[in-house]
């Protein structure tokens, strides 16, 4: 197994690996393996392929915002190649802004960051407007979107039946908080409604009427907290209902879910054949849904994976962090040291 680092200095590039990973053309949507990837979270970010906004008076969520809560995705047009170190790491000595947030997208066709004065950069899928400066970003599997400063919502990438298809475009509004999925995008306005947009399988384009504070959208299904605490789903009815209980954070990934209850535990429900729902017990502040994986980060800032193992994804870091994004066989996260470490299969790679 190999680790990515990417130092955080000054200025923003996109960015590639070599040895199991090689380098990107952030132009290009990357062939695949999260959105729900993205994640997020409050002091971190939070899971696959959803957004991570701070709703006032409610939880951060999935993907990453230049807040420090998890968006989703964005991404320059250029393409570097990062050199590998002695030990078999990957790190890049291309000048970094501070980075804000990582996201990932559930299915792993995006994966970007957030730096600090609101530039994003994919270095999986699809570049970001090179132009825009986002608060919040979610990297989707065809298509990601961010909030942009003045509170308007931006999708990029391509509606998901071919490349020409253009990304389905979010209704015009303020916004706090946008989770793009596997074909629908949903987002969280100011006054706490909801609206979705894009294609379904399920209806998952459909969210319920009522406020919400935190959204996460993946694979055939959308979930999202209510302001007291609630946790609602709605699309694929067959990955089962949230339990009851308080909530600050919910993280979709592929054919399960995962939240986090206000008392820092983690619930997860839905497909559990490699132990992906099972979480460890302990105490947390966020939790990263994948593909047959889960993380989360301990209130100490540790991460402790579990579920499949198969190409190394319950083989987290050693170290304190902040935010964590969980792929569908890989996972990103963003150190206390301004480094963020990928590990996992070669779907991290940027091909």
């Known amino acids: 197994m190999r680790w990515l680092f990417i130092s955080l200095l000054f200025g923003a590039s996109a960015c590639g690996r070599t040895g199991i990973f090689q380098s990107h053309d952030a132009s290009g949507v990357s062939p695949a393996p999260s959105g729900g990837g993205g994640a997020g979270a409050f002091d971190s970010g939070g899971g696959t392929g959803s957004g991570g906004a701070i709703i006032p008076n409610g939880g951060g969520g999935t993907g990453a915002s230049a807040t420090g809560g998890l968006v989703g995705s964005g991404g320059s047009d250029a393409s570097t190649t990062m ?41 999986l899928g699809p570049a970001a407007p090179s132009s825009s400066r986002f608060t919040q970003i979610d990297a989707g599997e065809y298509f990601s979107c961010g909030v942009e400063t003045d509170g308007s919502a931006v999708c990029w990438g391509y509606g998901g039946v071919q490349v020409s298809d253009p990304a389905p475009q979010p209704p015009a509004g303020t916004y706090a908080q946008v989770s793009a999925g596997d074909l629908q995008g949903c987002g969280i306005k100011l006054d706490g409604t909801v609206s979705c947009w894009g294609g379904a399988f399920f209806d998952e384009n459909v969210a319920p009427p009522g406020k919400y504070v935190q959204i996460s959208a993946g694979y055939t299904q959308t979930c999202a907290i209510r302001p007291d605490g609630a946790a609602i789903c709605w699309g694929n009815p067959n990955w089962g209902s949230p339990p009851t209980g308080t909530f600050t954070q919910i993280s979709v990934g592929f054919l399960f879910v995962c939240a986090l209850a206000s008392s820092g535990s983690i619930t997860c429900w839905g497909d559990n054949d490699s132990g992906q729902a099972t979480p460890v017990p302990g105490t947390y502040k966020q939790v990263a849904a994948g593909g047959t994986f889960s993380c989360g980060i301990r209130t100490d800032g540790t991460i402790v994976c579990w579920g499949a193992n198969y190409e190394n994804h319950t083989a987290a870091p050693q170290g304190q962090f902040t935010q964590i994004a969980a792929g569908y066989d890989f996972a990103c996260a963003l150190s206390t040291l301004n480094k963020i470490w990928c590990w996992g299969g070669y779907s991290a790679q940027p091909l």
């Open 83 to 123: 050199p590998e170190d002695d030990a078999g790491s990957t790190s890049s000595d291309a000048g970094l802004d501070a980075i804000s947030a990582i996201t990932v997208s559930d299915y792993g066709l995006g994966a970007c960051f957030l730096t600090r004065d609101g530039s994003a950069t994919c270095w």
